[in-house]
T-cell receptor, first 114, second 115 residues
């Protein structure tokens, strides 16, 4: 597609439930990133995929968070046993690694845990 | 070492004025410094970026000034317009080594341009 697509755009879930957030990057982009943006805050790095290399999971806040990227394309971020502090906008970005360091972000998924 | 500090948190400028947002970093391995613009309900979009081999980069009304010795860089918006009202993020990354390609973001500046 022309841009990074994220779904759903909004998700309301009950505390304790599991959620899956999807990211469809720009075709041909080898790198994919997940960031979290809490209300009025900056962007917090979560996880980074680059080609077939092992992902950089150093930003995941707890073992309730996990992500996978299938076939080097679509990625899913899963949050298990959601807590109210997980409420935030989850942003996905993709980039071409060589010669272009600019990320292209999707519009995000706004997650609300009630 | 990985932090990027951004100021001010919010800024109000009159139409036609100059908006200035500042960032400071600690990690001397950083070699790429972009600025992103974010409108409500949208993801951040790349605005302009600079590498440390130059001290200034200009694109239209937007200019990045870079001071390598002070480890600081700033965004200047000339002739600010109401359409520039948005949240601006500075960021930094390194090309090589641990954490390469991963952008570290500042906390953001909410800019309001009064008509």
């Amino acid at each position: 597609g022309a841009g990074v697509s994220q779904s759903p755009s909004n998700k309301v879930t009950e505390k304790g439930k599991d959620v899956e957030l999807r990211c469809d990057p720009i075709s041909g982009h080898t790198a994919l990133y997940w960031y979290r943006q809490s209300l009025g805050q900056g962007l917090e790095f979560l996880i980074y995929f680059q080609g077939n290399s092992a992902p950089d999971k150093s930003g995941l806040p707890s073992d309730r968070f996990s992500a996978e990227r299938t076939g080097g394309s679509v990625s899913t971020l899963t949050i298990q046993r959601t807590q109210q502090e997980d409420s935030a906008v989850y942003l996905c970005a993709s980039s071409l690694i060589w010669g272009n360091y600019g990320y292209t972000f999707g519009s995000g998924t706004r997650l609300t845990v009630v | 070492q990985q932090q990027v500090k951004q100021s001010p948190q919010s800024l109000i400028v009159q139409k036609g004025g100059i908006s200035i947002i500042n960032c400071a970093y600690e990690n001397t391995a950083f070699d790429y410094f972009p600025w992103y613009q974010q409108f409500p309900g949208k993801g951040p979009a790349l605005l302009i970026a600079i590498r440390p081999d130059v001290s200034e980069k200009k694109e239209g009304r937007f200019t990045i000034s870079f001071n390598k010795s002070a480890k600081q860089f700033s965004l200047h918006i000339m002739d600010s317009q109401p359409g520039d009202s948005a949240t601006y993020f500075c960021a930094a990354s390194r090309s090589r080594g641990q954490g390469a390609q991963k952008l570290v973001f500042g906390q953001g500046t909410r800019l309001t341009i009064n008509p």
